[in-house]
């Protein structure tokens, strides 16, 4: 059995799933490890908590997330997404713990492309969130070049915690009509199914980056009229443009990711890469009815 530390996995939308799925299996012994616990900051703290608990593989899902707050908090931001994943990738160097770390679409920022970007594809985030995301990768791989895999993902829904998807069927109940935008074109991903992924990542040791979201592609506006569709709520969604949709942060237009390189390394486990919408449909089946 492997031990598993998930930073993150108390409260975070991402962190319980992983925390879920790996509690479920017997190959992991899992513990998460969050504001509660310690001051992850504290260097001096953690490395004596790494010291103690000795993990095989740490999940670190901790991460600033409000992508239109880190316009406002730089600083804030890039201390947790950058620094953090530095200082903890240079304490892991001194053992052979194995480090799995997440990113995003959002380090893409305005480009013509419109195939399904590699991680072979230059990033040139746009906002800072993005920015400080893409300095953590830059961290964590000067550190651990062979000892860690950085999967990017993308617009996450799943449970446990507020997400697009419940912000969408708690707002369509309120309200007959709904408009979201529809310009922008990504990867939405399920919780759940990346967390079962990142454990076929990190009992192979695949090191290196890698782009890990649901097959398929959408607007906000197709993701949204999916969800409301296979939540049978009765509302119309209306499409609108970013411009009619200000938000602090800029946005890329298209994120969509390719996952030939996950799916290889996911080839002979039982987990494949389905498409957003079998995956949305779970979820709401699952959880929200
Ligand atoms: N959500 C998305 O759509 C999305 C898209 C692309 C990439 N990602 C990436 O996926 C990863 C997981 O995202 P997520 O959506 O699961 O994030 P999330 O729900 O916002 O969770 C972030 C976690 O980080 C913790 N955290 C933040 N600041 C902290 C601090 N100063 N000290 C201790 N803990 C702190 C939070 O703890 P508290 O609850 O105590 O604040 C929470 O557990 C991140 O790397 C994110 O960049 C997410």
Redesign the pocket.
């Known amino acids: 059995m492997q031990k598993a530390l998930v930073l993150?996995g108390?409260?975070?939308?991402?962190?319980q799933a992983l925390v879920s799925v790996l509690t479920k299996t017997e190959n992991w012994q899992v513990k998460s490890l969050?504001?509660s616990d310690i001051n992850?900051?504290d260097e001096k703290a953690l490395a004596a908590f790494l010291k103690e608990f000795q993990p095989d593989v740490v999940f670190n899902?901790?991460?600033?997330?409000q992508v239109d707050d880190a316009e406002d908090h730089p600083d804030q931001a890039l201390e947790?997404?950058a620094t953090f994943a530095g200082m903890l990738a240079r304490l892991l160097a001194q053992t052979s713990c194995f480090l799995l770390h997440?990113?995003?679409?959002?380090v893409f920022g305005s480009h013509s492309q419109r195939l399904p970007l590699t991680e072979t594809d230059t990033p040139a985030p746009e906002s800072v969130y993005g920015r400080t995301?893409l300095a953590g990768e830059q961290e964590i791989f000067s550190f651990l070049p062979k000892q860690a895999a950085v999967l990017r993902?993308?617009?996450?829904f799943g449970p446990w915690?507020k997400?697009f998807i419940t912000t969408i069927l708690q707002l369509a109940q309120k309200k007959k009509q709904l408009t979201v935008v529809a310009d922008q074109c990504g990867s939405p991903t399920y919780t759940l199914d990346l967390a079962r992924w990142s454990a076929v990542v990190a009992e192979k040791r695949a090191y290196g980056l890698f782009h890990a979201v649901n097959a398929g592609q959408a607007s906000w506006f197709e993701f949204a009229s999916k969800a409301i569709q296979l939540a049978h709520i009765d509302g119309t969604v209306l499409p609108i443009t970013s411009s009619q949709w200000p938000q602090k942060a800029k946005r890329p237009p298209y994120s969509v990711l390719s996952t030939t390189k996950l799916a290889n390394i996911l080839d002979t486990s039982a987990f494949l890469i389905r498409p957003w919408e079998e995956a949305l449909a779970e979820y709401i089946e699952q959880f929200m009815s």
């Open positions: 993150g108390a409260s975070g939308l991402l962190g969050g504001r992850v900051f899902t901790i991460a600033w997330t947790v997404n997440f990113s995003t679409d959002f995301k993902t993308a617009w996450l915690k997400n």
